[in-house]
């Protein structure tokens, strides 16, 4: 009972850790290039990009089903994405993906840009500015990210239920396992996981409200 309690917990936690990983790099990379360049389609491009923020979770697991599935990119990936763990990474990635971008974007966009160009007056390339310059200064912003990232990943349901399914010990996340205890009328378990659940968010929430820096 104990370890049953526990899997959808470390389960969630894993996905969540690793889709964070995934959604800082590409967040980070995305937000470099919108904040410092113009180019035809840039509002398409991000519009895009921000879709999944607005979208139904079950209409971004039909879009991933189509693209991952059999019909779609599962015939040349290496490993397969539906009914598995890693479907499950790739759902939260996706619905997660917009906070973190976008809280990146908004602290690149807002660093002075004559300090970029006093660094490059000094010799300094695009990656040394962004290394020494663009990260310190967005040292706050990306810890908000990682941790509003983290915390939407947790707390993915419709997509990785669609993609992933819910599979106990495989891909039966927290909330999954929360909508079947209720389901099957276990309701006192359901509130504990929940109450997990809850306490984890709220601990995130809090550490960012109390983040250095942060207006209070």
């Not at 819910?166 to 378990?189: D, F, H, K, V």
Request: aromatic letters at 12%; hydrophobic letters at 55%; a positive charge.
């Amino acid at each position: 009972m104990v370890e049953s309690f526990w899997s959808p917990i470390i389960i969630s936690i894993r996905i969540a850790l690793l889709a964070t990983l995934i959604e800082i790099l590409t967040g980070i990379l995305f937000a470099w290039i919108m904040a410092r360049t113009s180019f035809r389609g840039k509002s398409l491009l991000e519009t895009c990009l921000l879709l999944p923020l607005v979208l139904p979770p079950t209409a971004v697991g039909l879009f991933l089903l189509a693209v991952l599935g059999k019909d779609g990119l599962e015939r040349f990936l290496p490993i397969p994405f539906i009914f598995t763990y890693w479907g499950a990474v790739a759902a939260a990635v996706v619905v997660s993906f917009p906070l973190v971008y976008q809280t990146f974007k908004t602290a690149f966009s807002s660093l002075d840009p004559e300090l970029e160009f006093a660094a490059k007056c000094d010799g300094a390339n695009d990656w040394q500015v962004f290394l020494h310059i663009y990260l310190p200064l967005s040292r706050r912003a990306m810890i908000t990210a990682v941790i509003l990232g983290f915390a939407r990943s947790l707390g993915e349901f419709g997509a990785t239920l669609l993609v992933a399914g819910n599979i106990p010990g495989r891909t039966q996340t927290l909330p999954m396992a929360m909508y079947m205890a209720i389901e099957s009328g276990q309701n006192r378990l359901a509130l504990l996981w929940a109450l997990c659940s809850a306490a984890l968010s709220f601990a995130l929430l809090l550490f960012v409200q109390h983040l250095p820096g942060r207006q209070k």
